[in-house]
């Protein structure tokens, strides 16, 4: 058997990543362990039984430049949400950008939205 575990995000800063994704978007803080010069940082979706998000600080300038163009200013994130409306109206309440209205495609409910960093993302509920 082989399932996603996770991925990494570049993000610049450890404590303004989780302030984002844990504080305002709930996702879950799995790991957070000081390695010295960097840490260990592990997050899920709440709800979510596996594949966790790596926050790995940019350390030097190309990882820096990377932040936000990780997937080449395509979206490259797929939240998925069993409840699209209820999902949307909470993360707007909470101040998330959508970069779009909510759209009906063949395969869902989605809309795009970027975190401050300026990695795109769908949320989606799928057909």
Not at 67 to 96: C, P
């Amino acid at each position: 058997m082989q399932f996603l575990h996770a991925f990494s995000l570049v993000i610049p800063d450890y404590d303004a990543a989780i302030e984002f994704y844990c504080g305002t978007l709930g996702f879950q803080l799995v790991d957070d362990v000081d390695q010295g010069r960097k840490r260990w940082i592990r997050i899920m979706p709440p709800g979510a039984t596996q594949g966790s998000i790596i926050l790995a600080r940019a350390d030097d300038d190309q990882q820096r430049a990377a932040i936000g163009n990780q997937f080449g200013g395509r979206v490259g994130l797929f939240l998925h949400t069993d409840d699209f409306a209820r999902d949307h109206a909470a993360m707007v309440a909470k101040g998330v950008v959508f970069e779009e209205s909510p759209r009906n495609e063949p395969y869902g409910t989605v809309a795009v939205w970027q975190d401050p960093f300026g990695n795109r993302w769908d949320l989606l509920q799928p057909t």
